[in-house]
């Protein structure tokens, strides 16, 4: 993991993968995504598509909302953490 301080706003940090963590989630991810799939299993193909419509709507809104305007003028970008399973 690579961390890097915007330098007009050293509040702002880039969080980015080295290689050697590109690899580690390269052989973590298939698994994860077979998992994901048969999790899945347990909706309806109509229920399925109905989550990934919503899902979409959340990531669209997501981007779009992502960077918000105080009442004193200071952009925040805020950062939601999912809760450890």
């Known amino acids: 993991m690579r961390l890097t301080r915007r330098p007009d706003d050293?509040?702002?940090?880039?969080?980015?993968?080295?290689d050697k963590g590109r690899r580690m989630i390269g052989g973590?991810?298939?698994r994860h995504a077979r998992h994901?799939?048969?999790?899945?299993r347990?909706?309806?193909?109509?229920?399925?598509?109905?989550?990934?419509?919503l899902c979409r709507r959340l990531g669209r809104g997501?981007?779009?909302?992502?960077?918000?305007?105080?009442?004193?003028?200071v952009t925040t970008n805020?950062?939601?953490?999912a809760p450890a399973l």
């Open 36 to 40: 994901v799939a048969r999790e899945m």
């Open 62 to 73: 997501r981007r779009e909302g992502r960077e918000k305007e105080t009442d004193h003028g």
């Open 42 to 53: 347990a909706l309806s193909p109509v229920d399925q598509a109905e989550l990934g419509r």
């Open 78 to 81: 805020p950062l939601r953490l």
């Open 28 to 30: 973590i991810f298939p």
């Open 10 to 18: 050293r509040r702002f940090i880039t969080v980015t993968l080295t």
